[in-house]
């Protein structure tokens, strides 16, 4: 999660030079590359692959980034990540069967409404950056669910083919957005480490993660993503929250523990 916060904040360092869409194509183009060199999704025949998963998965994969890359345009990561972190949210709600979570659920609203840009307590957040944000949560709820179905069919080759596919429709846009500029070589250095930061290495650490640790260890683990993404929105991009976006942003973290928590334990 630090190092996917951290790859973020290295990520909108870049937009003055290629803008978000050139950044989210360099960051899956990379992405795509190291994962394929990983994985050799090659070595399996492509009439053994069953591709509808896998271009649901990579089109929601895609349109997730850009659209949250878009939303760092005009709205601070910490505030970003918790309200694109609704997405997952949603997904546990759906999946669960306990009334309790209606608390948990009234919690994350509760949070949300912090950020939007209304009312009273507003958190004075522009309202493009808001819905791109809210788009991004969406898009990560049809990840979640088009990822596993994309698992089931095809292992581990999902997460390189899904790669690919995000990288065939995105890069195009971040090439029409930056021109020739995509390929300077003063950023180049820079978008490499963000395809390393924000996806290879999280995505590799949480492999590792999910073996060694139990699901509800992990999902608790995962709910602290908005404060990490505040953390590094603060030391490395120097936004710092409001009152009202800091009490925001712990509702969701509490709403998703607490959530992810009575999963465990209807697991177990």
């Not at 939007?116 to 957040?125: C, T, W």
């Amino acid at each position: 999660m630090a190092s996917l916060q951290g790859g973020a904040a290295l990520a909108k360092s870049l937009f003055s030079e290629i803008g978000a869409e050139g950044v989210t194509a360099l960051r899956i183009g990379f992405a795509a590359i190291f994962l394929c060199v990983i994985y050799r999704p090659w070595r399996r025949p492509l009439h053994l692959i069953v591709w509808r998963p896998i271009l649901v998965y990579g089109t929601a994969l895609g349109c997730m980034n850009l659209a949250f890359y878009m939303s760092l345009k005009t709205i601070p990561l910490g505030p970003a990540v918790a309200i694109e972190f609704s997405g997952p949210l949603a997904v546990a709600i759906f999946y669960s069967r306990r009334p309790a979570d209606l608390i948990w659920l009234a919690l994350a609203i509760f949070g949300l409404y912090l950020l939007l840009p209304f009312g009273q307590l507003s958190a004075g957040l522009d309202i493009t950056g808001v819905l791109l944000a809210l788009f991004a949560g969406v898009c990560w709820a049809v990840y979640i669910v088009a990822g596993k179905k994309a698992g089931d069919a095809n292992g581990r080759m999902s997460v390189p083919l899904g790669s690919l596919v995000a990288a065939m429709f995105i890069f195009p846009i971040g090439l029409i957005h930056a021109g020739t500029g995509l390929f300077s070589l003063a950023i180049l250095p820079t978008a490499l480490l963000v395809g390393i930061f924000s996806s290879t290495l999280p995505y590799s650490l949480e492999m590792v993660a999910l073996t060694k640790l139990p699901s509800k260890t992990f999902s608790t683990f995962m709910s602290l993503e908005p404060a990490l993404g505040a953390v590094c929105g603060y030391l490395f991009l120097k936004e710092g929250l409001t009152t009202s976006q800091g009490i925001a942003v712990l509702c969701i973290i509490v709403s998703s523990i607490g959530i992810t928590s009575a999963i465990g334990k209807d697991r177990s």
